[in-house]
């Protein structure tokens, strides 16, 4: 089975621009969530997604927003990139909570850095 | 607010000794917790979880210890390889599928 693909890996975006990361989850996968990791704030939340709806959020501001397509394919989307928003996003899948696990999954993620 | 935290930065150790990596959580809430090992250039791994109502979980050469008494957590690898080596995370998870991290651990192992 194959494991989360994101893309892209890598990205060099500049200032007030805005940026779109794809995550697509494992097979038979129906909740996706997504993290930004920096070596500051380590790993930390940003939302998650299940059957399209979102079902959690991370202490982000507004310009960070996601969604989930009937595909379980995900997009988070950054606007008004901001010199801090440089870091690796990871994207993790789960089967959701109605399987009764928590397991998730995570992807390669997306070097994003922003000049 | 919730946070998970680690007590050692860094661990160095022996090829073929054991390792034991520790996590305080606050949250006595959280009742899923697991362990993630991170290889550079990598997403997260897991490596085992354990739910609140244990206290004891074992897997391949790797041993997870729940004290929920002091909200403390150790991932425990016997035997260490230098394959390893790489930073190790705790994770909590409370109410819905959000998890929280640990600040992590980096693991050297020396030949």
């Known amino acids: 089975k194959a494991g989360v693909t994101q893309t892209p890996r890598y990205l060099i975006k500049t200032r007030g621009q805005q940026v779109t990361l794809s995550c697509s989850p494992i097979?038979?996968?129906?909740?996706v969530s997504w993290y930004q990791q920096t070596p500051g704030q380590g790993l930390q939340f940003l939302f998650e997604?299940?059957?399209?709806?979102?079902?959690n959020k991370g202490n982000f501001p507004g310009r960070f927003s996601g969604r989930q397509f009937s595909n379980s394919r995900s997009e988070m989307n950054v606007s008004t990139l901001e010199l801090g928003d440089s870091a690796l996003y990871l994207c993790a899948s789960s089967t959701g909570p109605t399987q009764g696990t928590y397991e998730q999954y995570f992807g390669p993620g997306t070097r994003l850095t922003v000049t | 607010g919730e946070s998970v935290g680690l007590h050692l930065p860094t661990l160095s150790v022996q090829e073929g000794d054991n390792s034991i990596i520790n996590c305080a959580y606050s949250?006595?809430?959280?009742?899923?917790f697991i362990w993630y090992k991170q290889e550079s250039g990598k997403g997260p791994q897991f490596i085992i979880d354990?739910?609140?109502?244990?206290d004891k979980r074992q897997g391949q050469r790797v041993t997870v210890l729940l004290n929920k008494t002091v909200k403390h957590l150790s991932l425990q690898i016997a035997a260490t390889q230098p394959g390893d080596s790489a930073v190790y995370f705790c994770?909590?998870?409370?109410?819905?599928?959000?998890?929280?991290f640990g600040g992590g651990t980096r693991v050297l192992v020396k030949p």
């Open positions: 997604y299940f059957s399209e709806t979102q079902r």
């Open positions: 994770a909590e998870k409370a109410a819905g599928n959000k998890l929280t």
């Open positions: 949250n006595s809430a959280s009742d899923y």
């Open positions: 354990i739910r609140s109502n244990m």
């Open positions: 097979s038979g996968h129906r909740s």
